[in-house]
C-alpha cells in the first residue's frame, strides 16, 4: 500500500461559475463523496492547500496576466476572456490556492511524507495559455507543478500525462521547445472537440521536437481505442524519456455517461488508464505521482471513477 495524500480544501468550492455552467464546485463535493463512500478516508493522509507564492505562478504566466485575473475578479466582473471562464470575486484567491495545494502535494512527496497525491482542485488548468483563459481554466496548475518540480527539487525529466477527453493546448504550448518535459494526450479529434488542437503531427519544436505526443480518438471511441493507444504511444515513449516524476492532468470526462464530449470509455477503462500510469510511475519515478483533476462533469459517475482513481494510487495498478 502506497502513502497516498489527498488535497482537501473546501475553498475550492468559493469560485463561484454561475447558474447553467458545467465546472461548478458540485463536482467536488462529488469526488470527495466519492472517496467517503469507498471507505479510504482513514488510509489516506489529508492536507489542505497553502496560497502559492506568486513567483512560481510566474515561471509560467506573465505578471501582466496574473494581474489583469486580479483586478477582474476585484472589479465584480463576471467573465474574463471568453465566455467559457466565468469569475466572481474569490476566482483568482481560489486559482492561487489552486497552485498552492497541488505544490504542497509536491513538497510532501519529495521529502517522504507520502508516494503520491490526488488533488481535486478548482478552477481547473490544463487549457490555460501563458497571457490567456480558456476553457474554464486561468492558471496551468500543472505547468506550474512541471517548472515548480524542476527548480525547486532539481527534477531532470518530468512526465505528463493528460486524458481528460479535451487536448491540454495550454501545456503543450508551454513545454512545446522543453526536451526536459514530455507531454503525452490522449483526447477526442476531431469533430466538435474543444480546443481543437492535438493533432498527431503535433510533436514540438526545436529542441523540444519529440517531446510532445497525442493520441486523437475519434467520436465514439472507447475503451479498446484507448487501450491500443496508450499501449502503442503512451508507454514506449515514457519508457524511452524515463521521467524521474509523473504528473498527470485527470479528466473522467471520456465516461460514456458524461455529455461533455463524444467518447465511449467506461469506469472499467479509467480503472486500467490509471494502472497503467502508475506502472510507469513505478518503473521509472519511484512512483512518484501526483494526480490534479481536470475535466469530469458527470455528478452522477464522478464519485464512483474518483473513488477508483484514488484506490489506484493507495493500492497499486491493477493487473491489465
Given amino acids: 500500500m502506497h502513502k497516498t495524500g489527498l488535497l482537501f480544501d473546501q475553498r475550492y468550492l468559493l469560485h463561484d461559475t454561475g447558474s447553467y455552467h458545467p465546472e461548478v464546485s458540485d463536482r467536488l463535493l462529488a469526488a470527495y463523496k466519492g472517496i467517503k463512500d469507498s471507505e479510504l478516508l482513514s488510509d489516506l493522509i489529508l492536507f489542505q492547500a497553502i496560497p502559492a507564492d506568486i513567483r512560481w505562478i510566474e515561471t509560467v504566466h506573465d505578471r501582466a496576466y496574473i494581474d489583469r485575473l486580479n483586478d477582474a475578479c476585484v472589479s465584480g466582473r463576471k467573465q474574463f476572456d471568453s465566455a467559457d471562464c466565468q469569475i466572481c470575486a474569490e476566482t483568482y484567491d481560489t486559482a492561487v490556492l489552486a497552485v498552492g495545494g497541488i505544490l504542497r502535494a509536491i513538497r510532501w512527496v519529495m521529502n517522504g511524507k507520502i508516494d503520491n497525491a490526488f488533488c481535486p482542485i478548482r478552477p481547473p488548468g490544463h487549457h490555460a495559455e501563458t497571457n490567456q ?55 477526442q479529434h476531431p469533430s466538435f472537440a474543444y480546443p481543437g488542437t492535438g493533432r498527431e503531427f503535433e510533436e514540438g519544436s526545436g529542441e523540444g521536437l519529440g517531446f510532445t505526443k497525442n493520441s486523437p480518438v475519434l467520436p465514439g471511441g472507447g475503451d479498446k481505442e484507448y487501450h491500443t493507444l496508450i499501449q502503442q504511444d503512451l508507454v514506449p515513449a515514457f519508457d524511452r524519456f524515463q521521467p524521474d516524476f509523473i504528473l498527470v492532468s485527470t479528466g473522467f470526462d471520456a465516461h460514456m455517461d458524461d455529455d461533455m464530449a463524444d467518447m465511449n470509455v467506461t469506469s472499467e477503462g479509467f480503472t486500467w488508464i490509471m494502472s497503467r500510469i502508475v506502472e510507469l510511475a513505478d518503473r521509472h519515478a519511484d512512483g512518484r505521482i501526483i494526480s490534479v483533476l481536470e475535466g469530469g462533469y458527470s455528478l452522477k459517475r464522478l464519485p464512483e471513477l474518483v473513488g477508483q482513481h484514488v484506490g489506484i494510487l493507495l493500492n497499486g495498478a491493477q493487473a491489465g
Wanted: hydrophobic letters at 40%; proline letters at 2%.
Fill in 133 to 187: 483563459a480558456m476553457g474554464f481554466c486561468y492558471f496551468n496548475n500543472v505547468a506550474i507543478a512541471a517548472r515548480y518540480l524542476q527548480q525547486e527539487f532539481h527534477i531532470e525529466k518530468v512526465g505528463i500525462i493528460d486524458f481528460d477527453v479535451h487536448h491540454g493546448n495550454g501545456t503543450q504550448h508551454i513545454f512545446e521547445k522543453d526536451p526536459s518535459v514530455f507531454y503525452y494526450s490522449i483526447h
